[in-house]
């Protein structure tokens, strides 16, 4: 996740960030709730019990927040349960308990940054259209109000399978999407990936195809090249995912060593 976005978000971003350790995603989440509330903004957290308790350890400041009024922190899967129907979220309960929340807090404070997982516990739970209503909830509430939101996914976007339909979802319910901490570490690991599946020429135009051709949600290079692959040369999308897992095994076993 790019430092100037967890420090600086605008005031409708709403950026999606895919993670597989817990403590890579509680130092973002940490940074991005300990910024503002430094800088006298309000916050809420909505996080499982596991994620909520390492977050509130990381978080400077924080009981202090919390009995200020100005932190509130909320439990994913009971506020969630709040306004689900039928196996689907439903706009008025949810604008009524997340939008008010907002809304109050904004009466009192310059800005209000959000995240939330519930979005993550309907995906786990393999409830996926779901977890993009409510993904469409929270845009249709920041057309309303004025919030930054910070969502989480535990999803490798190095599977294969994830492309072609759920990856390219989520990419388009966000204004940006960072799928690794190190931005360019990934993308260092998808042109090096390319080059050594292609030949040298072709993978220069690619690449350069790749760029020209990014989708609207911001991301890092090599998350869209890998986008672009998918939908244009799926094959060598395939052989570039499953050499950047070859390269990191070698490495992690290095590290080991």
């Excluded at 909505?46 to 977050?55: P, Q, Y």
Aim: aromatic letters at 8%; proline letters at 5%; a negative charge.
């Amino acid at each position: 996740m790019h430092a100037n976005l967890l420090a600086d978000p605008g005031a409708h971003d709403h950026f999606v960030h895919l993670y597989e350790e817990p403590l890579i995603l509680a130092r973002a989440v940490s940074d991005y709730i300990g910024t503002g509330l430094r800088r006298g903004e309000a916050a809420i957290v909505i996080a499982t019990a596991e994620h909520r308790s390492e977050f509130l350890r990381r978080i400077d400041g924080a009981q202090r927040a919390i009995e200020e009024g100005r932190f509130k922190v909320l439990d994913a899967t009971q506020t969630l349960a709040g306004f689900m129907a039928s196996g689907m979220p439903q706009w008025k309960p949810f604008h009524q308990a997340i939008g008010g929340l907002i809304a109050e807090m904004r009466l009192h404070y310059p800005a209000v940054r959000a995240y939330g997982e519930m979005v993550d516990v309907l995906w786990q739970r393999g409830e996926r259209d779901a977890a993009l209503r409510l993904e469409q909830y929270w845009n249709e509430l920041a057309q309303l109000q004025t919030f930054s939101l910070f969502c989480a996914y535990r999803m490798d976007p190095l599977d294969k399978e994830a492309y072609g339909g759920p990856l390219e979802a989520l990419c388009k319910a966000h204004t940006h999407m960072s799928p690794s901490h190190d931005a360019a570490g990934f993308d260092r690991a998808v042109e090096s990936a390319t080059r050594k599946v292609l030949d040298e020429p072709l993978a220069e135009i690619l690449l350069s195809l790749a760029e020209r051709h990014r989708p609207g949600t911001q991301m890092p290079a090599g998350q869209a090249t890998l986008f672009w692959l998918h939908h244009n040369m799926p094959r060598t999308a395939d052989k570039v995912l499953n050499e950047m897992k070859t390269e990191m095994r070698r490495a992690a076993a290095s590290l080991g060593a």
